[in-house]
Each structure stands twice: as C-alpha cells, then as structure tokens.
C-alpha cells in the first residue's frame, strides 16, 4: 500500500517526551553528567603554579618532588557521535502482541539519544527503510526531539535497507563513531555489513524480536506473505529468518556489542545493564 501511514501509538508528543526522558534517566543512572566533573575530565600535564590558580589544582606529587608548586591541567574529552540506525522497514511493524518492534525500537532510540545528549555526545539518526531520513550529529536536543516524533509516523510498504545505508554513510564519516542498530535484521546482508563496519567504528546491535519469531512449535509448514515485499512462501513452523547461533558468533569475533529485545518483556534494566556494562553512552573519541 502506497504511501499510507499510521500513527505509531496513541502518545501524544508532550507523553512521548516523558517516556524516553525516564528511560534516558534510567540509562544515565550512576554516571556523572558534567562534562568537567569526574570521568568528564582528562588529565594532561602539571605546569607551575601561577598567581591565581585554584589551590585545589595543586599537583602535590610533582610539588614535592621539585621543590615548587605546580598545578594540573585537565582537557575537556572529545565525546565520540553516536548514529542511531532506526529499521523503518515493515517487518518492525507487524506484531503479534501490543506492542510492535518498531514501537519499542523508537522508545529506545529516544533514551539512548537524550542519554548520549546528557554526556555531551552529538546524536545523528538513519532511517534503515526506503524513506530519506538522515539527520547528522548534533548536541541540538530540539533537532533530536522534531526527528523522533517524525519517526513515530511509519509505513506498510518499506524494505530495509540496512546492509545498503551502512555502505552509503560509511565513507562519508571523518572521525570513529559509535553506532547503535535496533532492528530485526530481516537484511540478508545485514551481517557482513555489520562486520565491516565494525573494523572501522565501535557498533552495537539491539536486535528487537517478536514472541512469534522464537518458532511455531509444532506448526509444520505454512504459508505466508513476506511484510515488506508482499510476496508468498512456504517455510517451516521452526524455521527463523536469521540464525540466532551464526549471527551471535559472528557478533562476538566482530567485536560488536549484541542484545536481543523481546517486545513481550520487561526490557529497561537489561538495556541499562547493557549499555552500563559496556561503558557505551558517552565514550569518549579514541
């Protein structure tokens, strides 16, 4: 169908806001978001004390050791951007409990976003689908913000287009960044893309799963029709799109970073334990 779209849920902008400020505050939970206090500050050299200089600078070590008060220098760290590749592809929508892949996919991305906001990481965002959608990194909350309610509109007919849209963006980028993939990947290519992607920039896949794609059990063969292209096949109550074992060994020799999301489960402390754990959200550049 044909340019047809459908509001995500019935939040409106005002409720949206609320749910991924408490998820990003869950995600941001224990860790300092000052950029010049604690973690938000690098050390670089001591140098001689000057008339002015704060006493709580005072190097003691290294005054000590010369016979004359000296000071430490910090440097503010350059955060490294965070894309966020959204699968808007048709596959995300279809579901078989309230709420879709591509709901919970949203929510995520809007956590994840504000949280990397907090720690002064720039935010872009890429829509793995057919539509154009690609917004740069930015510190602009605003722009975050207009891009994700945008998003909360979707439709029934796009392909994904991860595999392609990681190719396209690549060369484009000038420095290391952090990706955060939240998707199905129902992409054949989505692997091996993934992996090239991952000799160059750090990456992190949340993989987003229906109950019903856990297996029919004892369903034998049926027929379906393919989300996003409309075309029918038969397949097996036990066969799934992608391989849970091949795409789980490959994450682990790619070193990427890997979580797969029900939409039937609680899904906020492992998230947080994920991207705690990993130290993802507001890494610095390297």
């Known amino acids: 169908m044909e340019g047809y ?42 140098r001689p004390y000057e008339a002015g200089d704060s006493v709580r600078l005072i190097d003691w070590r290294v005054t000590a050791r010369t016979g004359r008060h000296h000071v430490k220098e910090y440097e503010s760290p350059k955060r490294m ?87 396209e963006i690549t060369p484009t980028l000038t420095q290391r960044v952090l990706f955060v993939v939240l998707s199905d990947l129902h992409d054949e290519g989505a692997l091996v893309a993934l992996r090239h992607l991952a000799t160059i920039h750090d990456c992190a896949v949340v993989e987003l799963r229906d109950p019903a794609e856990e297996g029919l059990r004892g369903g034998g063969f049926l027929r379906a029709s393919e989300a996003e292209t409309g075309e029918p ?33 609680p899904f906020v402390d492992r998230l947080r334990r994920f991207f705690a754990s990993r130290g993802l959200i507001g890494r610095g550049a390297r």
């Not at 409720?15 to 990003?24: D, T």
């Not at 793995?128 to 917004?135: A, M, S």
């Open 233 to 265: 096949f038969e397949t097996h109550g036990r066969k799934r799109f992608l391989d849970p074992r091949v795409a789980a060994n490959l994450f682990r020799k790619s070193g990427i970073d890997h979580l797969v999301v029900r939409t039937d489960l």
């Open 81 to 167: 951007p965070c894309y966020l590749l959204i699968d808007t592809s048709a596959s995300m929508t279809v579901s078989s409990v309230a709420r879709s892949k591509y709901e919970l996919a949203l929510q995520i991305a809007g956590g994840v976003a504000f949280a990397c906001l907090d720690r002064v990481s720039p935010v872009g965002m890429v829509g793995v689908g057919e539509r154009d959608l690609l917004l740069r990194p930015t510190l602009s909350r605003g722009q975050v913000l207009r891009w994700l309610l945008e998003l909360r509109r979707y439709r029934f007919d796009e392909r994904t287009t991860l595999a392609r849209r990681i190719r």
């Open 5 to 46: 779209l459908e509001r995500l849920d019935p939040l409106d902008s005002r409720r949206f806001r609320i749910v991924v400020r408490k998820l990003a505050d869950s995600l941001s939970y224990g860790t300092d978001r000052s950029r010049f206090l604690g973690a938000g500050i690098e050390y670089v050299q001591s």
